[in-house]
């Protein structure tokens, strides 16, 4: 699949990316960066949307935008928890009014597939849209439908895929209570180094204006993607040795690996293992440090690795070892969370 335009919300910009200016938070819960959502959405509109439908919206057209298309064939999205401030406010809401009187709007917008359905309404988009919402891979299982739309219905000819996922104000904090976020003083900058349990979390949004056939806006190819429920430690190395072999790679081949270190101590022996195996030579990113890590934060190292094959430069600050890649061709990437729902993804220049 093709990528012809491309878009990304998240807790850095762009600019500070490739400038090498990204900030540091004291924060085990921090925001994606302010919008002039108003660009994009009418201030009538604007003020009834929570920010996961105003992100999704927003990158969503920037998307479309770049690749010259006013309307995708079909819109796949991936979020792992849904419009969780909607849900907020009609749970608070209900208590409130003691389950009277209450408005519709926010449970309307509460659902996961809220996002796909503004952005269909928007578009004026009647083609086929669905929303998967599969905890940390809910961006690669749209990734995989949309794949199977190219291959069983030969009039899609583009599809807009995402990922997008919001904070809220009482039920993020509830990470806190399991340790999924990290305790004391923090400096996000410094969390890959952590000896403690627990991460960090943010929000962010990115998508994909995708096709089968390569185009003249084409500028990465997205080759492949592949979902494990579990992996075992001692089959890592060779369940991504077949993925690269079925796209005819090894893993010498790769020019850099993304790789999802959150700083959880507990489970970033995934991540290090390879780093001291199988990557030892390969360049090795990392971007949760920067970003926080999220159901769908995988979109946004997905937009990642697209952007590093257009511009061909490496974002410094996202280096976790000292090699130097001068033209990327090759670029894959690795998560999980919690020890389950690995990921593999791999991108191609063109």
Same mark, same amino acid.
């Given at each position: 699949?093709?990528?012809?335009?491309?878009?990304?919300?998240?807790?850095?910009?762009?600019?500070?990316?490739?400038?090498?200016?990204?900030?540091?938070?004291?924060?085990?819960?921090?925001?994606?960066?302010?919008?002039?959502?108003?660009?994009?959405?009418?201030?009538?509109?604007?003020?009834?949307?929570?920010?996961?439908?105003?992100?999704?919206?927003?990158?969503?057209?920037?998307?479309?935008?770049?690749?010259?298309?006013?309307?995708?064939?079909?819109?796949?999205?991936?979020?792992?928890?849904?419009?969780?401030?909607?849900?907020?406010?009609?749970?608070?809401?209900?208590?409130?009014?003691n389950e009277s009187f209450l408005t519709p709007t926010a449970f309307i917008q509460s659902t996961h597939?809220?996002?796909?359905?503004?952005?269909?309404?928007?578009?004026?988009?009647?083609?086929?849209?669905?929303?998967?919402?599969?905890?940390?891979?809910?961006?690669?299982?749209?990734?995989?439908?949309?794949?199977?739309?190219?291959?069983?219905?030969?009039?899609?000819?583009?599809?807009?895929?995402?990922?997008?996922?919001?904070?809220?104000?009482?039920?993020?904090?509830?990470?806190?209570?399991?340790?999924?976020?990290?305790?004391?003083?923090?400096?996000?900058?410094?969390?890959?180094?952590?000896?403690?349990?627990?991460?960090?979390?943010?929000?962010?949004?990115?998508?994909?204006?995708?096709?089968?056939?390569?185009?003249?806006?084409?500028?990465?190819?997205?080759?492949?993607?592949?979902?494990?429920?579990?992996?075992? /430690?001692?089959?890592?190395?060779? =369940? +991504?040795?077949?993925? #690269? &072999?079925? @796209?005819? !790679?090894?893993p010498e081949d790769l020019d850099a690996v993304i790789l999802g270190n959150n700083g959880d101590k507990?489970?970033?022996?995934?991540?290090?293992?390879?780093?001291?195996?199988?990557?030892?030579?390969?360049?090795?990113?990392?971007?949760?440090?920067?970003?926080?890590?999220?159901?769908?934060?995988?979109?946004?190292?997905?937009?990642?690795?697209? /952007?590093?094959?257009?511009?061909? =430069? +490496?974002?410094?600050? #996202? &280096?976790? @070892?000292? !090699?130097?890649?001068?033209?990327?061709?090759?670029?894959?990437?690795?998560?999980?969370?919690?020890?389950?729902?690995?990921?593999?993804?791999?991108?191609?220049?063109?």
């Amino acid at each position: 699949m093709y990528i012809n335009g491309m878009a990304s919300i998240a807790a850095q910009t762009e600019e500070d990316l490739f400038a090498g200016n990204l900030k540091s938070f004291q924060q085990n819960i921090f925001p994606a960066t302010i919008v002039n959502y108003k660009e994009y959405i009418k201030p009538m509109m604007l003020r009834r949307m929570s920010k996961a439908i105003k992100m999704g919206l927003v990158a969503a057209k920037q998307a479309l935008n770049e690749a010259g298309v006013e309307v995708p064939d079909s819109i796949i999205v991936g979020t792992g928890e849904g419009c969780k401030q909607d849900t907020e406010k009609f749970l608070e809401n209900i208590l409130d009014e003691n389950e009277s009187f209450l408005t519709p709007t926010a449970f309307i917008q509460s659902t996961h597939n809220t996002v796909g359905g503004q952005i269909a309404l928007d578009l004026k988009c009647t083609g086929y849209n669905m929303t998967y919402t599969q905890n940390s891979v809910s961006f690669e299982s749209a990734l995989i439908d949309a794949k199977l739309q190219f291959a069983e219905d030969p009039d899609t000819r583009c599809v807009l895929v995402g990922g997008v996922d919001e904070l809220a104000k009482t039920s993020t904090p509830f990470y806190n209570l399991d340790g999924q976020l990290k305790a004391g003083e923090i400096n996000t900058a410094e969390i890959l180094q952590s000896e403690s349990g627990g991460t960090i979390t943010s929000e962010g949004a990115a998508f994909f204006l995708l096709s089968e056939i390569r185009t003249q806006d084409s500028f990465a190819e997205i080759s492949d993607c592949m979902i494990y429920r579990e992996i075992s /430690e001692e089959k890592l190395e060779e =369940e +991504i040795s077949w993925f #690269l &072999k079925k @796209n005819d !790679l090894k893993p010498e081949d790769l020019d850099a690996v993304i790789l999802g270190n959150n700083g959880d101590k507990r489970f970033d022996h995934y991540y290090h293992q390879l780093q001291d195996t199988i990557f030892k030579n390969t360049l090795q990113l990392g971007y949760k440090n920067w970003v926080g890590d999220y159901n769908t934060v995988t979109a946004y190292s997905c937009w990642l690795g697209a /952007e590093i094959l257009k511009r061909n =430069e +490496i974002p410094q600050q #996202l &280096k976790l @070892n000292n !090699l130097e890649v001068k033209q990327p061709k090759s670029i894959l990437i690795y998560n999980q969370y919690l020890g389950k729902n690995h990921s593999l993804t791999l991108l191609r220049s063109l």
